[in-house]
């Protein structure tokens, strides 16, 4: 069942969001050669509760850490731990933060040092596809616009969308209906409405769309099955009655 908030619900989110944002913003910050990613998860903790949240991933579904942080062909759900960032690596971080019973959920993809221009090409379009996918997030439009805007935006740029893995709606649990695949069809799917809220996560990759688990990293991880580098980017965004609003901004 697809819950819709309500505009208080709404505001409760975005001072979750805030928080996840102000939170990001010092972990990618941490982001150099030689850091270790269990230091991203060290500070992450100690951040988010800080400010009075509690990290939505510890524990979740078993999941060990407060944060994901993937890096190169890892697609999603890296655990972080002793490995240590090196130049020409690219990071994904992914975090939530719950707040007065809701969640928000984010992602950012950056570059260690100095990195390919392979790799920050691959980097934009994925941010750039969230924001396509944003832009038609809105009352009157179907659920299947918005993943065809995705993935006609990413595949135009010579790229492919993962699509073992979707977004998502969310609000009092992390994740609730309905699923959003960053794939799929204009004119189909639920009707978008006000009061729906969802987390957007094109997750994109150089060569095959196709992934794997590794098994190496606790039955979580997701990689490329060729290796090629993976990218992803979130937001959780609401649709209000002046349009998309992205609640995972420092200002939102």
Same mark, same amino acid.
């Given at each position: 069942?697809?819950?819709l908030?309500s505009?208080?619900?709404?505001?409760l989110m975005?001072?979750?969001?805030?928080?996840?944002?102000?939170?990001?913003?010092?972990?990618?910050?941490?982001?150099?050669? *030689?850091v &270790?990613? /269990? @230091?991203?998860?060290?500070?992450?903790? !100690?951040?988010? %509760?800080?400010k +009075?949240?509690?990290?939505?991933?510890?524990?979740?579904?078993?999941?060990?850490?407060?944060?994901?942080?993937?890096?190169?062909?890892?697609?999603?759900?890296?655990?972080?731990?002793?490995?240590?960032?090196?130049?020409?690596?690219?990071?994904?971080?992914?975090?939530?933060?719950?707040?007065n019973?809701?969640?928000?959920?984010?992602?950012?993809?950056?570059?260690?040092?100095?990195?390919?221009?392979?790799?920050?090409?691959?980097?934009?379009?994925?941010?750039?596809?969230?924001?396509?996918?944003?832009?038609v997030?809105?009352? *009157?439009? &179907?659920? /299947? @616009?918005?993943?065809?805007?995705?993935? !006609?935006?990413? %595949?135009?740029? +010579?790229?492919?969308?993962?699509?073992?893995?979707?977004?998502?709606?969310?609000?009092?649990?992390?994740?609730?209906?309905?699923?959003?695949?960053?794939?799929?069809?204009?004119?189909?799917?639920?009707?978008?409405?006000?009061?729906?809220?969802?987390?957007?996560?094109?997750?994109v990759?150089?060569?095959?769309?196709?992934?794997?688990?590794?098994?190496?990293?606790?039955?979580?991880?997701?990689?490329?099955v060729?290796g090629?580098?993976?990218?992803?980017?979130?937001?959780?965004?609401?649709?209000?009655?002046?349009?998309?609003?992205?609640?995972?901004?420092? @200002?939102?």
């Open positions: 069942m697809v819950i908030k505009p208080k619900e709404i505001e975005a001072r979750a969001g805030r928080i996840a944002a102000t939170v990001m913003d010092e972990l990618l910050k941490m982001v150099r050669p *030689g &270790r990613t /269990g @230091d991203l998860d060290d500070a992450a903790r !100690e951040l988010i %509760e800080k +009075g949240g509690v990290p939505s991933f510890l524990n979740y579904r078993g999941y060990p850490a407060s944060i994901c942080v993937s890096v190169n062909e890892e697609v999603v759900h890296g655990i972080p731990g002793d490995r240590i960032l090196a130049d020409g690596d690219i990071v994904s971080i992914d975090l939530g933060v719950q707040l019973g809701y969640h928000s959920d984010m992602a950012v993809t950056v570059g260690c040092g100095n990195i390919s221009k392979d790799a920050l090409s691959l980097i934009d379009v994925t941010k750039d596809a969230l924001m396509k996918g944003i832009s997030f809105k009352s *009157g439009n &179907r659920l /299947g @616009d918005v993943s065809a805007s995705i993935q !006609e935006f990413v %595949e135009n740029a +010579g790229y492919s969308v993962v699509r073992d893995y979707c977004g998502h709606g969310i609000g009092q649990e992390l994740h609730e209906k309905p699923d959003v695949p960053n794939f799929g069809t204009r004119n189909t799917g639920m009707l978008l409405e006000e009061g729906l809220v969802v987390a957007l996560e094109p997750m990759v150089m060569g095959s769309a196709n992934v794997k688990i590794n098994k190496g990293a606790g039955g979580w991880t997701a990689v490329t060729d090629s580098l993976a990218s992803h980017y979130e937001h959780t965004v609401a649709i209000c009655p002046e349009g998309p609003r992205a609640l995972t901004i420092k @200002d939102g």
